[in-house]
């Protein structure tokens, strides 16, 4: 069984779009988050949630909005996308935010065109 | 200056080679240690996860943290075809951080690896 799975795998669109990824985790854990992965392979945290509650939100801008109807589900919203969005995003998942592992899903490759 | 600095490579080395991979970082306040491997179009997996200094040992793999020169390691011995991968450093806040720290990740670039027969 997958532990952290996330669709679609790849995402293909044009330029002002609008796009959903979603991630699911069956780890029962509490805490979830987005990280982005750009092409010089740099992974950075955007969003986490802990038991539904956002509790980092780093710089990002306003056209991406994360949303956790439940502590197993964390979906990415992308608004009016643009080409600097394309990037691998990854969904993690961990029991607690603080001293626990963090598993990664498998990631999303998002192009824009 | 990033707040934790990793060489991307690439390191190419022969079967057998014993692999050392680094990183530097900046902030005081890291208290928790990782190495993430990650194969090609793949999600990162824990291969170490260490707290504060010391060494660890896990088979082949050893990470090793110097909080004295911000500094850690991991190396794998014997290395395998298989090792072929990026290897990514991360590094977490203690639980004193609170606020946006709470439970951030905060990574090198990665090293990219080659293992060659």
């Known amino acids: 069984d997958t532990a952290v799975s996330q669709t679609p795998k790849y995402l293909v669109t044009q330029m002002g779009n609008d796009k959903s990824i979603k991630c699911e985790q069956n780890?029962?854990?509490?805490?979830m988050y987005w990280y982005k992965q750009d092409s010089k392979k740099f992974l950075k945290i955007m969003f986490s949630?802990?038991?539904?509650?956002?509790?980092i939100n780093e710089t990002v801008p306003n056209r991406f909005s994360p949303k956790s109807p439940d502590k197993a589900h964390l979906n990415l919203h992308i608004n009016s996308l643009e080409l600097g969005d394309s990037a691998v995003y990854f969904c993690?998942?961990?029991?607690?935010?603080?001293?626990?592992?963090?598993?990664f899903g498998p990631g999303t490759r998002l192009t824009v065109l | 200056q990033k707040e934790v600095e990793q060489d991307p490579g690439p390191l190419s080395v022969p079967e057998g080679a014993i692999v050392s991979l680094n990183c530097t970082y900046s902030?005081?306040?890291?208290?928790?240690f990782m190495w993430y491997r990650q194969y090609s179009r793949k999600g990162p997996e824990l291969l170490m996860y260490?707290?504060?200094?010391g060494n660890k040992e896990d088979g082949r793999f050893t990470a090793q943290v110097d909080k004295s020169s911000k500094y850690i390691s991991l190396f794998i011995r014997d290395s395998q075809p298989s090792d072929s991968a990026t290897y990514l450093c991360?590094?977490?806040?203690?639980?004193?951080?609170?606020?946006?720290?709470?439970?951030?990740?905060?990574f090198g670039q990665g090293t990219i690896l080659t293992v060659h027969p």
């Open positions: 993690a998942s961990s029991l607690r935010p603080t001293t626990d592992t963090q598993y």
């Open positions: 780890l029962g854990h509490d805490t």
């Open positions: 949630y802990n038991n539904k509650e956002l509790i």
């Open positions: 902030n005081s306040a890291f208290q928790y």
């Open positions: 260490t707290y504060s200094s």
């Open positions: 991360a590094m977490k806040k203690g639980q004193g951080a609170g606020g946006t720290s709470y439970g951030k990740l905060t």
